[in-house]
């Protein structure tokens, strides 16, 4: 009998190293990269603002769409002093992608709030893999700016994939909130 059941014990030990080899296969499906700059010594109670945020991608609005994303994350972190840019200093429409410029007179109008700092950034993927499974796919850069200098004093990059039956706005929130984790522990 013994023999009988070392073979079945190497037998089950061979099945589940195969399943946890699988399992682990399919966690890394979905998963995330990103490069982040070391946080500066910053405060949620600073006077922040949310810039545009371009959108580099075929899919309208998704900057817009991550802006808002962004904040509600940001509020929701105890930024308790964050403002967001009049809509009029935003050109992107259905049809047209928002510029630099965009970004240079939300700053001006940031200066004029007496913000400390500003955040902004790019879409750069937004939208669903062609293919059988149709994954959900992010990508986003951001950067905190010092509205005083202008200078870039924090940067992150990111990119994301979900399961094919996530939304591109999860993924999307999932990723930002990993993005942002660093800023306001200062």
Do not use: H
């Given at each position: 009998?013994?023999?009988?059941?070392?073979?079945?014990?190497?037998?089950?030990?061979?099945?589940?190293?195969?399943?946890?080899?699988?399992?682990?296969?399919?966690?890394?499906?979905?998963?995330?990269?990103?490069?982040?700059?070391?946080?500066?010594?910053?405060?949620?109670?600073?006077?922040?603002v949310?810039?545009?945020?371009?959108?580099?991608?075929?899919?309208?609005?998704?900057?817009?769409r991550?802006?808002?994303?962004?904040?509600?994350?940001?509020?929701?972190?105890?930024?308790?002093?964050?403002?967001?840019?009049?809509?009029?200093?935003?050109?992107?429409?259905?049809?047209?992608?928002?510029e630099?410029?965009?970004?240079a007179?939300?700053?001006?109008?940031?200066r004029?709030?007496?913000?400390?700092?500003?955040?902004?950034?790019?879409?750069?993927?937004?939208?669903?893999?062609?293919?059988?499974?149709?994954?959900?796919?992010?990508?986003?850069?951001?950067?905190?700016?010092?509205?005083?200098?202008?200078?870039?004093?924090?940067?992150?990059?990111?990119?994301?994939?979900?399961?094919?039956?996530d939304?591109?706005?999860?993924?999307?929130?999932?990723?930002?909130?990993?993005?942002?984790?660093?800023?306001g522990?200062?």
């Amino acid at each position: 009998m013994t023999p009988l059941i070392n073979k079945m014990k190497a037998g089950r030990r061979r099945w589940l190293a195969m399943a946890a080899g699988v399992g682990a296969a399919l966690v890394l499906s979905a998963c995330a990269v990103v490069d982040s700059a070391r946080a500066p010594a910053t405060s949620a109670s600073d006077a922040w603002v949310v810039l545009p945020i371009a959108n580099y991608t075929e899919t309208p609005q998704a900057g817009l769409r991550a802006e808002t994303i962004a904040a509600s994350i940001l509020k929701a972190r105890g930024f308790s002093n964050l403002k967001q840019y009049p809509a009029n200093l935003n050109s992107e429409s259905l049809f047209e992608p928002a510029e630099r410029e965009a970004v240079a007179r939300a700053l001006d109008w940031a200066r004029g709030e007496k913000a400390r700092y500003a955040l902004t950034g790019a879409v750069d993927e937004w939208r669903y893999k062609v293919g059988v499974d149709g994954e959900p796919a992010v990508g986003i850069t951001l950067q905190v700016i010092d509205v005083q200098t202008g200078n870039v004093i924090w940067s992150a990059a990111g990119s994301r994939t979900g399961w094919s039956r996530d939304a591109v706005s999860a993924v999307a929130q999932k990723l930002l909130r990993e993005l942002l984790s660093p800023l306001g522990r200062g």
